[in-house]
Structure formats: C-alpha cells, structure tokens
C-alpha cells in the first residue's frame, strides 16, 4: 500500500518493508490451467485493496449481482485494514468469504499465530514511502490485529496467495503483489514508468505462461502493456489501485477491474482495453463518500494513525490523474 506523492527516503529492510521468504513463488507456478470455478468465464471481478470500506464492498455485491452468464469474483487481497472494529471486521470477512479470495499482505500477517513477527504489516514498502508512513501501518496493523478472532485467523490461513483464471480466450494470473511474491511492488505505476523494469516483467511473463496480470497492493491504477509475447499478442498488467479509497484526484469513487467477453454499457466505467476480445474496464465504485468519511473518523479519528496515513486521500483523492492509468510499452 503507497500513498499519494513518492517521499525519497531510503530506510533499511525492517517491520513493514522487509518481504518475508514465505511470501515467495516463481512466475512458472501459472503456466498451469485455472481451476474449473475459475475456467471460461464469460465476467471476472477482481477486487483489490477494499481496505475493510464496508459502503464499497456493499456496492460491489450489487454490481457483481447484475451480470450475466459464467461470473465470478475475486477479491484479491488487503479486503481487511480500516474495519478495526470486530463487528465490521466480521462483517467484512463474512461477506468476502462468500466469493473467492486471495490473502493479501494484510491478510497473511493477520492469520500469523506470532503476534510478534518481523514482517509487520508486511507491505515490503519501497524506499520511496517515508519511514513515518510505514511506521504508522505498523500501528495500523497492530490495532486490526485485536479484533481478528482464531477461527477468522484460520480461515485467513486457508486463502492462497495466487490464482489462475480464463475469461474467453485469456489467460489471467491473479495476484495481490506482483508475479514473485504476495506483497511484490513489480506491478506499480511507479516501477512499471521504467524500460528496464518493465524487460523485467516481459521476462516475468514468459515464465508465467499468461496473457495479463490482475494485481492490487500498489494503490494507485494502472493498466499497463508490454511488448508483444511469441504469439504476437500483447501482454499486460491490470492493477485496479484501490476499492475501498479514491484513485484519481477530485474523484471520490474507488477501483475495480472487470475482464468480461460483453462490453460494459454503466456510467461507471472509466477506462479500458480490448485485448483478444475481452473488454478488460475499471469500474467505478461510487458511494455516499460523506457517510464513508463519518464512518472512518469514528474508527480513526484526527489524531490516530489511519487518520494521518490517509484521510487527505479519502477527502480529495491523490495526486494521480485519470490520463496517466492506461500506458503502452513505449509510454
């Protein structure tokens, strides 16, 4: 999870930047088939980074409800992290579990046994985030660690780290970080701006055996194509952002990714690509963002660390625009 302007501050791996060996697995695990559940779909939800917003999870189940044909959704990871309350935690774990899940960073530090462990909140931050920022996730995390229960712990456990998927003709890998790790920054709008980074991810992809990637963790959106693979086809990343927080500046609505064969017709899309047919859209998810807001300052108030961390972005959205979230190889 970033926040909104890059802050050029180097720090040493530790609580919040280091990423743990366990969170690890080789590109090479995806050129595998999806699973039946998740083999030719005809809609695909991936929702990342919900940030326990319980308004957005609510208005994502509505949406989900109005599609046809073969659908499934995917919240892939960091579903949990405002909701430090243990109703509206439970609330929001009830809700996800009823589709299918990826743990997340947040998620995987959670279902730890070891209240103590190293990786803190397990964001692996890079340098660019300011040590009061990861500091204060640190906190976060601490306090969202008193309201998770040892059944919901186990249920957390169970989730796994990665996914496949198929909508039509293409071959997705699911993934909260990057192609690496769970809590991976490969797939970031900062990174992905690097040539050299991106021959990186290109090598990413032929290990993997996918046309695109669906990731989150990063928190701001980016759609981003590489060059084209052996088959002549483009490859791409699809990082929603966030759902649970704005995207854009002056834009109040968080983030999904839609992959679907059908085009989508609703005013809530607001950008996309085509790629070997499928329409591949972020979709707006608006709610009453003056509800959201009371609702957050009653968990943390002016003051508390999420309140410092992220209120700003919650009133005005970050310093990011709509223009810089579709990107091509030459961009």
Excluded at 107 to 127: F, S, V
Excluded at 321 to 328: E, G, N
Aim: one cysteine or more; aromatic letters at 10%; glycine letters at 8%.
């Amino acid at each position: 999870m970033t926040l909104d302007a890059p802050t050029l501050e180097a720090a040493p791996a530790a609580a919040g930047r280091s990423c743990p060996l366990h969170y690890r697995y080789a590109p090479s695990v995806f050129a595998s088939e999806a699973p039946e559940h998740l083999a030719h779909l005809d809609v695909l939800y991936v929702v990342g980074g919900l940030y326990g917003n319980e308004a957005a999870l609510q208005r994502v189940i509505e949406l989900f409800g109005q599609e046809r044909g073969r659908a499934r959704m995917v919240f892939n990871g960091d579903f949990h992290w405002f909701d430090a309350d243990p109703a509206v935690f439970t609330r929001i774990q009830q809700s996800v579990l009823r589709f299918d899940a990826l743990r997340g960073n947040v998620e995987t530090e959670l279902a730890d046994e070891n209240a103590d462990a190293d990786a803190g909140c397990g964001c692996a931050y890079p340098d660019w985030v300011g040590d009061q920022v990861v500091e204060r996730s640190n906190r976060i995390h601490t306090a969202l660690r008193s309201c998770v229960t040892p059944g919901q712990q186990r249920e957390l456990r169970s989730l796994p780290m990665w996914q496949r998927a198929d909508v039509g003709p293409l071959r997705l890998g699911l993934v909260h970080g990057d192609a690496q790790s769970l809590a991976g920054w490969g797939f970031a709008q900062e990174h992905l701006r690097d040539a050299a980074h991106r021959e990186e991810v290109e090598r990413w992809f032929d290990q993997a055996g996918v046309h695109a990637f669906a990731s989150t963790h990063t928190c701001l959106p980016v759609f981003q194509r590489l060059r084209s693979g052996p088959d002549a086809h483009a490859r791409w990343v699809f990082n929603n952002g966030a759902t649970g927080m704005p995207n854009f500046q002056g834009d109040a609505a968080g983030l999904i990714t839609r992959i679907a064969l059908a085009s989508y017709t609703g005013a809530e899309r607001r950008f996309g690509v085509v790629e070997r047919g499928v329409h591949v859209d972020a979709i707006a998810i608006e709610i009453d963002s003056t509800a959201w807001q009371r609702q957050f300052q009653r968990l943390w108030p002016e003051g508390s660390d999420a309140h410092a961390s992220y209120f700003n972005r919650i009133q005005h959205g970050p310093a990011y625009q709509l223009q810089d979230a579709v990107r091509h190889e030459e961009n």
